[in-house]
């Protein structure tokens, strides 16, 4: 009686003790006496206990950093470099029979690549370029762990340390450059507003009563700034019907040559003449010779 009570419980026990728990990111690989069968879950799954093992597999993705590396870029420029690694494992048998630890593996790799990658790129292009240089890592290693049942989603590089040379030579050609763009940027500036200034002069020549009406505006500009002394520009086109009043006037007064050289023009102002103009003329009289006796 006790025989046939015994036998169910241990049944029961065994059963019971080959029960596994698998959570949705996990997949169990099975290997029955040494062999691999299958991947099981998730979900709860039967592992014959003493004849089979079960070894549990995550399809998570994976972050792990790249420790800092030195490397020597093409144009020979010592840097060091640190990244991380995204991946997933897609093929849990393949990762639990190709490769002994896939975690190490894949590190080690990323690592290696990171420096062979590097070493055939230049600084500029590592620091101007990086999506380029990240997507090179990732298919380079994606290659190589494909046969490991891993899938890299990603390779960033995180931060690329430069000497400190090399920081000062980098900062005094982006202050050139600014300095550059600056002076390009004025000239431009200049040379537009001249082409304007021009354009508007143009437009003022061909409307001269346009010229009276910008120095009213001005004057009324000025005038709301409240200031003690007043500058009124004056245009010389105003006073040329006053000095050619002033002309015939001059005209008129004076006999056409009467005590001017002939050389100086009636018309003339006493400005515009020459400076001997307004000297006295003297005439010097030759002494008359005595009578032949």
Do not use: C, H
Request: charge should be negative; hydrophobic fraction near 45%.
């Amino acid at each position: 009686m006790e025989y046939l009570i015994a036998v169910p419980v241990a049944v029961l026990a065994y059963f019971i003790g080959g029960l596994r728990i698998l959570t949705q990111y996990e997949r169990g690989v099975e290997f029955f006496l040494g062999r691999y069968t299958e991947t099981k879950g998730p979900g709860l799954v039967f592992v014959p206990p003493f004849i089979a093992r079960l070894k549990r597999v995550s399809r998570q993705v994976v972050a792990m950093d790249i420790p800092r590396q030195d490397v020597i870029t093409r144009d020979n420029i010592s840097v060091k470099v640190n990244g991380v690694l995204y991946f997933r494992v897609t093929e849990p048998s393949l990762a639990i029979i190709e490769v002994q630890d896939y975690l190490f593996a894949t590190g080690q790799l990323a690592q290696t690549t990171l420096l062979s990658v590097l070493g055939q790129v230049e600084l500029d292009e590592l620091l101007a370029n990086r999506p380029k240089v990240n997507e090179m890592l990732k298919q380079i290693i994606d290659e190589r762990t494909d046969f490991w049942g891993i899938e890299v989603s990603a390779v960033e590089i995180k931060d690329v340390q430069l000497p400190e040379g090399m920081r000062r030579a980098m900062a005094k050609q982006a202050e050139a450059e600014r300095e550059r763009r600056a002076k390009v940027i004025n000239a431009q500036g200049e040379l537009q507003a001249s082409e304007t200034l021009a354009q508007a002069a143009r437009m003022l020549q061909s409307q001269p009563a346009s010229i009276q009406l910008r120095y009213l505006q001005t004057v009324s500009e000025i005038a709301a700034e409240n200031n003690s002394t007043t500058i009124f520009p004056i245009p010389i086109e105003m006073f040329k019907a006053f000095m050619q009043k002033a002309d015939d006037s001059v005209a008129a007064v004076t006999p056409a040559g009467a005590g001017l050289p002939p050389a100086v023009s009636p018309s003339a102002l006493p400005g515009q003449l020459p400076p001997d103009a307004l000297l006295p003329q003297f005439r010097i009289k030759e002494p008359r010779k005595p009578p032949d006796e």
